[in-house]
């Protein structure tokens, strides 16, 4: 009898364990970031320029015609730049260009987009720095005579390029959409 109980208990325990599922680890899981369309409105000042941001974002022109552009759902703001050339054009574009390739130190790369509107005397190159790096999105503009517009966007958490990847390609549309519609006063 005890050996027909002892069976039974063995039989009874494989038949339990046997019919679990095996468990299996749950990969991560990802936030799906869904972006609204943008709106864009004209920001007229001052400055000697004239463009269309997303109505999402909040804008502070200082004095001297630098500007934040503050993304405040994305955690992120837009610097602004601007110079005024005196016959130092070339001068004034390597100090920008400096400011990017600073970055090579953490980017894998760097890949620039040329944009020009010579009906509106806009000539622009934007940089996509790829990897870890403080400002993964910059840009420069000039009509190539009294002005010159540098952005570099940064996000206010530590550099992780997988993460905010999404926020940037977000981002550089309307930075595009900037570029497009600027115009330099007369």
């Known amino acids: 009898m005890n050996k027909v109980v002892g069976v039974f208990f063995c039989v009874l325990f494989f038949v339990v364990t046997a019919c679990q599922q095996e468990?299996?680890?749950?990969?991560?899981?990802?936030?799906?970031?869904?972006?609204?369309k943008?709106?864009?409105?004209?920001?007229?000042?001052?400055?000697?320029?004239?463009?269309?941001?997303?109505?999402?974002?909040?804008?502070?022109?200082?004095?001297?015609?630098?500007?934040?552009?503050?993304?405040?759902?994305?955690?992120?703001?837009?610097?602004?730049?601007y110079r005024n050339v005196k016959n130092n054009l070339n001068i004034v574009l390597q100090e920008v260009e400096k400011i990017t390739l600073e970055h090579t130190i953490k980017a894998d790369a760097i890949n620039s987009i040329p944009f020009e509107n010579?009906?509106?005397?806009?000539?622009?190159?934007?940089?996509?720095?790829?990897?870890?790096?403080?400002?993964?999105?910059?840009?420069?503009?000039?009509?190539?005579?009294?002005?010159?517009?540098a952005g570099a966007l940064y996000?206010?958490?530590?550099?992780?390029?997988?993460?905010?990847?999404?926020?940037?390609?977000?981002i550089e549309k309307d930075v595009m959409h900037l570029i497009e519609t600027l115009k330099w006063k007369k």
Request: glycine share 0%.
């Open 155 to 170: 996000f206010n958490v530590k550099p992780n390029y997988d993460s905010i990847q999404p926020a940037i390609k977000y």
């Open 118 to 149: 010579k009906k509106e005397n806009v000539y622009a190159m934007i940089y996509n720095v790829e990897g870890n790096a403080a400002s993964n999105l910059q840009f420069r503009v000039t009509d190539s005579v009294k002005h010159v517009l």
């Open 23 to 36: 468990t299996i680890p749950k990969p991560k899981a990802f936030l799906r970031l869904k972006y609204e």
């Open 38 to 81: 943008p709106n864009y409105q004209k920001i007229e000042s001052a400055c000697p320029y004239i463009f269309e941001i997303s109505k999402k974002t909040s804008i502070q022109i200082q004095q001297n015609c630098w500007a934040k552009i503050k993304y405040p759902k994305l955690n992120a703001t837009l610097h602004l730049t």
